[in-house]
């Protein structure tokens, strides 16, 4: 089974700018689907992107969308997570994650029901 690890998190004013990246072992990522999801104290995950094993299916939470970009190095077995222009309220705990089964993301967002296999997570402060 995958084994993920997230990476690339940090300390950043807002309006400033992370790369996140989620890097994998143990099979190859283009076997998944690949979902970034977040976690800020007292609230539920959510879902933040997708992307598909094409990489031209990809999906955004709106919250998001214009800021961040998803993009995959299969060659690399890493799935990227861009964040510009970031704001207070993007602070929290970043996680990725793998769906073996789908193809295609949903047109509804990733949800967490659907990953079976999950990384650490990578922490995200933005303050000035």
């Known amino acids: 089974q995958v084994q993920l690890v997230e990476s690339g998190g940090g300390l950043v004013q807002p309006g400033g700018s992370l790369r996140l990246s989620c890097a994998a072992s143990g099979d190859t990522l283009d076997r998944y689907i690949i979902g970034w999801f977040r976690q800020a104290p007292g609230k539920e995950r959510e879902g933040v992107s997708c992307i598909g094993r094409s990489a031209g299916s990809t999906t955004f939470a709106d919250s998001v969308k214009g800021r961040f970009t998803i993009s995959r190095d299969n060659a690399k077995n890493t799935v990227y997570l861009e964040m510009n222009s970031l704001k207070p309220e993007d602070a929290a705990i970043y996680y990725c994650?793998?769906?073996?089964?789908?193809?295609?993301?949903?047109?509804?967002?990733?949800?967490?029901?659907?990953?079976?296999?999950w990384g650490q997570g990578t922490q995200v402060t933005v303050s000035s």
């Open positions: 994650a793998a769906d073996p089964r789908a193809y295609y993301c949903s047109p509804y967002g990733p949800k967490t029901a659907h990953y079976d296999y």
